[in-house]
């Protein structure tokens, strides 16, 4: 059975930073997509980064520069650093795998399989 567990989330100021990391537990290959979303409460979970089989990223346009998402293969973690925070970034945010594609990784929520249960980032203003 695979588990997803976010941790790191809380609350920031404008202009901070938090790091947010999945962990993953059981048996699912680790070149998968993985893909970090977010959801504020009445709209559409949104893809926010995504990293493939060979480590290529994509990212939304509004986190372009100011989010980086790594995995640690070893560790089976997937990570989200943030950086340079805005109050439009506060939303629960969501890791997820998509156990069917290793490349093109959308920022889709349909074509994901597995996810967790979520961490709160709230950013002050």
């Known amino acids: 059975q695979v588990r997803l567990m976010e941790s790191g989330g809380g609350t920031v100021q404008a202009g901070g930073s938090l790091t947010l990391s999945c962990a993953e537990s059981g048996d699912i290959d680790g070149r998968y997509c993985r893909a970090w979303f977010r959801q504020v409460p009445g709209k559409q979970r949104e893809g926010v980064a995504t990293i493939d089989a060979i480590g290529k990223t994509t990212y939304t346009t509004s986190v372009k520069g100011r989010f980086t998402i790594s995995r640690d293969n070893a560790m089976n973690t997937l990570d989200l650093q943030m950086n340079s925070l805005k109050p439009e970034d506060s939303a629960i945010y969501y890791c997820?795998?998509?156990?069917?594609?290793?490349?093109?990784?959308?920022?889709?929520?349909?074509?994901?399989?597995?996810w967790g249960q979520g961490t709160r980032v709230n950013v002050s203003s």
């Open positions: 997820a795998i998509d156990a069917r594609n290793q490349w093109g990784c959308t920022h889709s929520n349909k074509d994901y399989d597995y």
